[in-house]
């Protein structure tokens, strides 16, 4: 099961309201499923009012060991841009959800089986 990345950061805004206390703007955290997994992304990005190529006197980086300019990522987001300067990713495995995704896919080999037989027998009666 593939996630929907327009409910994710940059197209869907970060609530900072939603925290207590609020999320400074420069922090965004994604929650979401995929698969079985229950996933929480935090992602540090730089707002600019101007993309960052065409005025590079107004990035101030704080770059970890090991990760350069080109690296990062320039995403529209809030009617600015923003550098995502980086974005740590945290997974559990759900044990509901897994037991979910099982059931799914028994039931779609059944259909898979069940539509085999049914043109199985289309084709005898023809």
């Known amino acids: ?6 409910l994710l950061f940059p197209y869907k805004i970060c609530n900072p309201k939603h925290f207590n206390p609020e999320l400074p703007e ?4 994604d929650f979401y499923v995929s698969d079985s997994l229950v996933v929480c992304a935090v992602s540090v990005i ?3 009012n101007t ?3 065409q005025n590079p006197l107004a990035i101030k980086y704080t770059f ?6 080109k690296d990062s990522k320039i995403v529209k ?17 759900s044990p509901v959800l897994s037991a979910a995704v ?17 043109e199985l027998f289309e084709d005898v009666r023809k």
Request: with cysteine; aromatic share 6%.
């Open 51 to 53: 993309p960052p190529d």
């Open 26 to 29: 420069d922090l965004i955290i």
């Open 102 to 118: 099982d059931a799914f896919v028994s039931v779609e080999e059944l259909c898979r089986k069940m539509i085999a037989r049914l």
């Open 46 to 48: 730089q707002l600019h």
């Open 77 to 93: 987001y809030k009617e600015k841009y923003a550098t995502v300067i980086e974005t740590v990713s945290l997974d559990s495995r």
């Open 1 to 6: 099961m593939q996630v929907n990345e327009k």
């Open 64 to 69: 970890l060991p090991g990760l350069s300019r």
